[in-house]
T-cell receptor, first 111, second 113 residues
Framework: DTAVSQTPKYLVTQMGNDKSIKCEQN?????MYWYKQDSKKFLKIMFSYNNKELIINETVPNRFSPKSPDKAHLNLHINSLELGDSAVYFC??????????FGSGTRLTVV | AQSVTQLDSHVSVSEGTPVLLRCNYSSSYSPSLFWYVQHPNKGLQLLLK??????LVKGINGFEAEFKKSETSFHLTKPSAHMSDAAEYFCVVRMDSSYKLIFGSGTRLLVRP
């Protein structure tokens, strides 16, 4: 069983479209995160939810909206996609911020 | 403010020789430190973590790291490199009581036959 699973693994879409990436964790963790990895491999946090409550919201365009229907799921919706949104997006989860488990990533390509 | 600096963007070693990947951190608080590995087109896997217990931390696949507060360093080492170690390695810091991880810029390890 995959601990943190993201779908889709690859996503190619045109500029201006709206897309969603889904994330689910079966570890019983109370906190989930979205990280963005750019083309230079640099990873930066975008959002974090703790028990469905938003606790971290970095400087991210408001075209990006996270949604957490329950503590096992954290989805990322992106409106009006731009070329610069092309990146690998990683979902992660943790319990009490001690140990973090990452998903395998979603490679988003905007054309 | 916290930050983490990985001093080498690329490290190349021969198979069977030691590996040293350098990391320095900056933190006003007692930090938690991690090393993650990312193989090509794969996710991030935790190698080891330091959370204020023993300063020498042993991880998976023969890797270890030593926390040196006086030098603000957390270098990753392995006595003998294997071809399967070729990957991108990230040093990561977390401030106490924070949920946020701060990633270094990564070091690509190349292992020559």
């Amino acid at each position: 069983d995959t601990a943190v699973s993201q779908t889709p693994k690859y996503l190619v879409t045109q500029m201006g479209n709206d897309k969603s990436i889904k994330c689910e964790q079966n570890l019983g963790h109370d906190t989930m995160y979205w990280y963005k990895q750019d083309s230079k491999k640099f990873l930066k946090i975008m959002f974090s939810y703790n028990n469905k409550e938003l606790i971290i919201n970095e400087t991210v365009p408001n075209r990006f909206s996270p949604k957490s229907p329950d503590k096992a799921h954290l989805n990322l919706h992106i409106n009006s996609l731009e070329l610069g949104d092309s990146a690998v997006y990683f979902c992660a989860s943790s319990q009490d911020s001690r140990e973090y488990t990452f998903g395998s990533g979603t490679r988003l390509t905007v054309v | 403010a916290q930050s983490v600096t990985q001093l080498d963007s690329h490290v190349s070693v021969s198979e069977g020789t030691p590996v040293l990947l350098r990391c320095n951190y900056s933190s006003s608080y007692s930090p938690s430190l991690f090393w993650y590995v990312q193989h090509p087109n794969k996710g991030l896997q935790l190698l080891l973590k330091y959370t204020s217990a023993a300063t020498l931390v042993k991880g998976i696949n023969g890797f270890e790291a030593e926390f040196k507060k006086s030098e603000t360093s957390f270098h990753l080492t392995k006595p003998s490199a294997h071809m399967s170690d070729a990957a991108e390695y990230f040093c990561v810091v977390r401030m106490d009581s924070s949920y946020k991880l701060i990633f270094g810029s990564g070091t690509r390890l190349l292992v020559r036959p």
